[in-house]
């Protein structure tokens, strides 16, 4: 944990902090506006994911599940959890997250790429992400630069996980945005402002993230660098 008492750590991170304080607070603000503004179709969420896997030709389940923007699909089981606010919801923010969400199933089903590589990643980044630390610390403890360069590798896998959450964020925001119109589910020029908006903000949070762990590394790589010069 002594990186932290570390001023350079605060010069690496401060930026991306912030970065991720702003997209945090125009998702917050933007899905709050258009969660206000109810959808014209008049369907709810889930309605809304089920017409458009039926339309796809997709089998998904669609339940839903407890918290605040805390949508997801589950692609061990094939099922679309939206959070109360868009199961229920009629508004337009709800409309948007959920055929979002639908987006990643119909990824499943397409076989998406980038989609099977992040799903094909995430145990590594889960164990990684331990194992990194670990690495980190006793390389620093025992002196050994090998060491600390492998931590450093281990985590360098966690910020290649964030670059692949990209693309697959962004196809799933676009088919969203592109089925709403076609189907007519989303009509008028006010609806589609706002789809764009909640999907837009909620892009930029994966962003944000990315630039995040791209920083944590980098600070990691400068340790790592002066620790070998040091010995
Ligand atoms: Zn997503």
New binding site residues.
């Given amino acids: 944990m002594f990186f932290f008492y570390d001023p350079r750590y605060l010069c690496f991170m401060a930026p991306a902090f912030l970065l991720m304080l702003l997209a945090q607070m125009y998702v917050s603000s933007a899905y709050r506006r258009w969660s206000r503004v109810p959808l014209r179709s008049g369907l709810t969420g889930a309605e809304v994911a089920d017409y458009l896997a039926r339309r796809a030709g997709v089998a998904v389940r669609i339940e839903p599940v407890r918290g605040f923007l805390s949508d997801h699909y589950d692609p061990r089981t094939r099922t679309l959890r939206l959070s109360p606010d868009n199961f229920y919801g009629r508004s337009v923010a709800a409309a948007a997250v959920s055929a ?2 639908l987006g ?1 199933a119909l990824q499943h089903a397409s076989n998406y790429k980038p989609l099977a590589l992040r799903s094909a990643m995430v145990p590594a980044v889960q164990f990684g992400s331990y194992l990194g630390w670990i690495f980190l610390m006793l390389g620093f403890v025992l002196r050994w630069a090998n060491l600390i360069w492998l931590g450093v590798g281990v985590f360098a896998i966690g910020v290649a996980f964030t670059l692949v959450t990209l693309p697959v ?1 962004f196809n ?1 925001s676009a088919r969203a945005k592109r089925l709403l119109q076609q189907t007519g589910l989303v009509r008028g020029q006010d609806e589609v402002r706002g789809v764009n908006q909640v999907l837009n903000a909620a892009a930029l949070t994966y962003v944000a993230a990315f630039f995040s762990a791209l920083m944590q590394l980098l600070y990691y790589v400068t340790l790592a660098s002066s620790f070998s010069r040091r010995d």
Avoid: L
């Fill in positions: 979002h969400e990643h964020e799933a």
